[in-house]
């Protein structure tokens, strides 16, 4: 999903990429690539719509984020199970959240992006909890596998080395940083 946001209402567009094709094995290199590649595919899109007021530029911003954990990197588990062993794999451990946005000036091209990766350290998680959040479902639907700004999952967090927006995708601080210098620049 990407905002495009200009004097009018933002815009959301999805990037209908598939997000397995692209693979990398640094999560940092792994997580720009797919908001580059979102980014493109929604530049193709963006191609059919009006041209944006020169006088007030047009920005899309496009992110990506995995789980490390262990060093294995975690993107969305494709069964219950996977599910259950990245959960188990966070259990008295802990697990980076890497984070990268990209901000694109749809008037110029001109883009800045930048990573955010807070470090999350868990307590013990028992298995009881980890059933429950599996069978649940939608808990599990996301990047590491485990939805962790959701209040059954906070007492499970020892600490967070980072902000709660940048555990949940899209870093506020870093966002608007990259906004900033890239209208700096006109």
Known sequence: MAASISGKSPRFKSADIDERAIRMEEPEQLVKALAEAKAEAIKQKLQGDSAPDSDQPALMITSDQVMVSKGIIRERPRSAEAAREFIKGYSDDRAFAVNFVLVTNL????????????????QHIPDEFIDTV????????????LKLTHPSVQPFIKELVGTVDSVRGLPRELTEKLIGELLQEE
């Not at 110029?108 to 955010?116: E, R």
């Open 107 to 122: 008037s110029t091209g001109a883009t800045k992006g930048g990573w955010d990766i807070p470090e999350i350290k868990f």
């Open 134 to 145: 599996v069978n649940q479902g939608d808990m599990t639907c996301v990047a590491g596998g």
